[in-house]
T-cell receptor, first 111, second 111 residues
Framework: AQSVTQPDIHITVSEGASLELRCNYS??????LFWYVQSPGQGLQLLLK??????LVQGIKGFEAEFKRSQSSFNLRKPSVHWSDAAEYFC?????????FGAGTRLTVKP | NAGVTQTPKFRVLKTGQSMTLLCAQD?????MYWYRQDPGMGLRLIHY???????AKGEVPDGYNVSRLKKQNFLLGLESAAPSQTSVYFC??????????FGSGTRLTVV
């Protein structure tokens, strides 16, 4: 079945530590890939997107993501997490006329 | 720069009542979407529209109806609300690419 999987429901990291959030998808073709962030009570904000070309994409707020076709993955990374990064993060794929989302990963940042 | 505006922001309904959620965008976008967000499930597509006068079903359309009489507005209706429809509803719009813009959400509780 077509799906977007975020294996980690909740991740806790210390401020200043590195971060990697995992995302796997299962679609026949390579879809368009996205990462969104949602702060409590807010809508979704686009962090970055991958359509084609360079498999390492840079986004806002110091985030980057790497597309690995062989692993059907699009993991989000940040070298040094800030307290303000605490939020929920959603991986999404754009296919046909809509977008399908993973269940989300909640990030907690320890002081 | 209003972007995507959802009204109302909060609503409490009794089981069996009806209501309409309004989504308005001022970016001249062709595509509009209604999602619901439930804990641990990410965002799931209810209905979408690829242009004025068109609508289509998404993943979870049952119990909802939509209309797109004007390009800038996308209405989501609940004819007979059920507790299972307690959720946060997000509207989104986009152009021909995948640059989605999300509204800030409507929190609906059905008691």
């Amino acid at each position: 079945a077509q799906s977007v999987t975020q294996p980690d429901i909740h991740i806790t990291v210390s401020e200043g530590a590195s971060l990697e959030l995992r995302c796997n998808y299962s679609y026949g073709a390579t879809p368009y890939l996205f990462w969104y962030v949602q702060s409590p009570g807010q809508g979704l904000q686009l962090l970055l997107k991958y359509f084609s070309g360079d498999t390492l994409v840079q986004g806002i707020k110091g985030f980057e993501a790497e597309f690995k076709r062989s692993q059907s993955s699009f993991n989000l990374r940040k070298p040094s997490v800030h307290w303000s990064d605490a939020a929920e993060y959603f991986c999404a794929v754009g296919i046909n006329n809509d977008m399908r989302f993973g269940a989300g990963t909640r990030l907690t940042v320890k002081p | 720069n209003a972007g995507v505006t959802q009204t109302p922001k909060f609503r409490v309904l009794k089981t069996g009542q009806s209501m309409t959620l309004l989504c308005a965008q001022d970016m001249n976008h062709e595509y509009m979407y209604w999602y619901r967000q439930d804990p641990g499930m990410g965002l799931r597509l209810i209905h979408y529209s690829v242009g004025e006068g068109t609508t289509a079903k998404g993943e979870v359309p049952d119990g909802y109806n939509v209309s797109r009489l004007k390009k800038q507005n996308f209405l989501l209706g609940l004819e007979s609300a059920a507790p299972s429809q307690t959720s946060v509803y997000f509207c989104a719009s986009r152009t021909g690419g995948y640059g989605y813009t999300f509204g800030s959400g409507t929190r609906l509780t059905v008691v």
